[in-house]
């Protein structure tokens, strides 16, 4: 079983930074996927970042430029820095682990991020 904490989000203004954690406890390796995605209300969940074994990441095109992810293999630990925030990056982010060998996907319980003035 594997289980996701998430932390990092909150009220930020448009323009602002902030940066997602978010924590695995379990089985994780370093080949399994690590990412974010994000729900916005009346939207579907859509996919933010990933980040592969040896640190190949894709991004949405809509934070392309704007977001970083990383991951801490050590703490099973991923990271999503986002900068200049928009009020239409407002949203609940989850954080998801695939398991690669396994093709199961584990989700946290999501964090808000709400951008506004």
């Known amino acids: 079983q594997v289980q996701l904490v998430e932390s990092g989000g909150g009220l930020v203004q448009p323009g602002g930074s902030l940066r997602l954690s978010c924590a695995a406890s379990?089985?994780?390796?370093?080949?399994?996927?690590m990412g974010w995605y994000r729900q916005a209300p009346g939207k579907q969940r859509e996919l933010v970042a990933v980040?592969?074994?040896?640190?190949?990441?894709n991004y949405a095109d809509s934070v392309r430029g704007r977001s970083t992810i990383s991951r801490d293999n050590a703490k099973k630990t991923v990271y999503l820095q986002m900068s200049t925030l928009r009020p239409e990056d407002t949203a609940v982010y989850y954080c998801?682990?695939?398991?690669?060998?396994?093709?199961?996907?584990?989700w946290g319980q999501g964090t808000q991020v709400t951008v506004s003035s």
């Open positions: 379990g089985s994780i390796s370093s080949i399994d996927r």
């Open positions: 980040i592969v074994s040896g640190g190949s990441a």
């Open positions: 998801n682990v695939r398991k690669i060998f396994e093709g199961v996907d584990y």
